[in-house]
């Protein structure tokens, strides 16, 4: 049965891929706790807290939904969902990039 819960688990891994990775990279990245919120920066610390909250977030709701890497109908859910983030981000932030020049 697919479940919403392994789409979800896609958007929630891949929210979590720009988080951790401005985190580590000691840079400041909108999140929902910047001003305006989700278009101002926040310090690369609590983006790594956030990026790290989505990826155990996701992780949870895969062992709860376990997919496998064969193809079917469970990987294809959690593809799109990680689809669907990756565009809206796409989006999101080249608004938020456009705003800032």
């Not at 958007?11 to 909108?30: D, K, T, W, Y």
């Not at 956030?50 to 977030?57: E, H, P, Q, R």
Request: glycine share 14%; with cysteine.
């Amino acid at each position: 049965m697919i479940h919403f819960a392994t789409f979800l688990c896609g958007a929630l891994l891949c929210n979590s891929i720009p988080h951790l990775s401005s985190g580590l990279r000691g840079v400041p990245f909108p999140t929902p706790f910047g001003r305006p919120r989700g278009v101002g920066d926040s310090p690369p610390v609590v983006n790594s807290l956030w990026g790290f909250l989505n990826l155990v977030a996701g992780l949870l709701l895969l062992s709860r939904h376990p997919v496998g890497l064969a193809p079917g109908a469970d990987l294809a859910v959690l593809l799109a969902g990680a689809l669907a983030m990756g565009i809206y981000l796409s989006l999101h932030f080249g608004k938020v990039r456009r705003g800032r020049r």
